[in-house]
């Protein structure tokens, strides 16, 4: 009997990976950049985190190949001290926990409703009208409306500590409804069938039914949109930042680290901004090349081999 490592070896979707040039360059320039984010405090050159090893005179200093750079900061400083590779580093890994944290909740909120909506019809109507007024509300009015509630109640240093989880909930209850109505579709169409039917006959209960039977059914719609969302909620995150609602500055995120150095972009600080930017930029564009991929892989009338 095969193992799973010899079947996945064997699959048609491997197959149509290792022959899609642009879908494996992604896929290494996104590995590359998840691991070395999360093995900053091994790779990083100085820890961002620790103030005893940041000297304020060194702010601002330009990378190593510029006049007036050191080659101990490769990419320079920030305005304050700062190593920017390290500080890049660690950034991008909470932009990263972010992006994912935030599309797990999306999708847990998302499947649960749509499930519900789809099977069970006598709450299609309730669970739908109340994702049309979620999608009324956009990201940034609840960010805004919470992040201004948390800060008042806890307070700068109290914000400071709950950034991370408070931005995956806020973006997370911002675009549960795109998983809502993807899955309810998928189960509007699953449960006329024939494999459902026969589970009905049989006595199984309608959540066996719904967790066992239909969900598997409906995960490849899923998966598409989970690509496309955590880039999506990457960028939720960095302007969030941009607006002063984000990560605060002593707990980096590619996206403050784009914001506090915008007002030195025309003071010849180019770097503190521009090198954030561009591997923001590069970490989105990898994941949708890899999401429209995926897309294109799962659904036949768009795949052409």
């Known amino acids: 009997m095969r193992t799973r490592w010899q079947r996945f070896k064997q699959s048609y979707m491997l197959y149509n990976f290792l022959r899609d ?74 932009s990263i926990l972010i992006g994912v944290g935030a599309v797990c909740l999306q999708a847990f909120i ?15 109507n309730i669970l739908m009208r109340f994702a049309d007024v979620q ?40 675009e549960w409804p795109q998983y809502a109505r993807t899955v309810r579709a998928s189960v509007l169409a699953e449960r006329k069938k024939e494999y459902v039917e026969a589970a009905r006959v049989i006595g199984l209960s309608r959540i066996r039914i719904m967790l066992r039977h239909i969900l598997p059914n409906t995960l490849s719609p899923v998966l598409v949109i989970s690509t496309v969302q955590v880039a999506n909620a990457i960028m939720s995150e960095a302007a969030l930042s941009f607006l002063g609602l984000g990560m605060p500055i002593t707990k980096p995120s590619l996206g403050s680290l784009i914001t506090a150095g915008f007002e030195y972009i025309f003071s010849g600080s180019w770097w503190i901004t521009i090198f954030p ?22 659904n036949p009338k768009l795949y052409k081999g």
């Open 277 to 298: 930017g561009i591997l923001l930029v590069s970490l989105i564009l990898v994941i949708n090349l890899l999401g429209d991929w995926v897309r294109d892989f799962l």
């Open 21 to 94: 040039p642009v879908a494996i360059t992604s896929f290494i320039i996104l590995a590359f950049l998840v691991f070395t984010s999360f093995a900053a405090p091994i790779i990083a050159p100085h820890d961002p985190y620790d103030s005893s090893t940041i000297d304020i005179m060194d702010a601002q200093m330009a990378p190593a190949w510029i006049d007036g750079g050191s080659s101990e900061f490769l990419l320079g400083t920030d305005a304050q001290g700062r190593d920017m590779l390290s500080t890049m580093l660690y950034g991008m890994r909470v």
């Open 110 to 124: 998302g499947i649960i409703v749509g499930l519900l909506s789809g099977y069970v019809r006598r709450l299609d």
């Open 135 to 174: 999608l009324s509300f956009s990201t940034y009015m609840v960010a805004i409306f919470i992040g201004a509630i948390v800060q008042t109640m806890f307070g700068v240093a109290g914000y400071d500590r709950v950034a991370v989880p408070l931005l995956i909930v806020i973006i997370g209850l911002a």
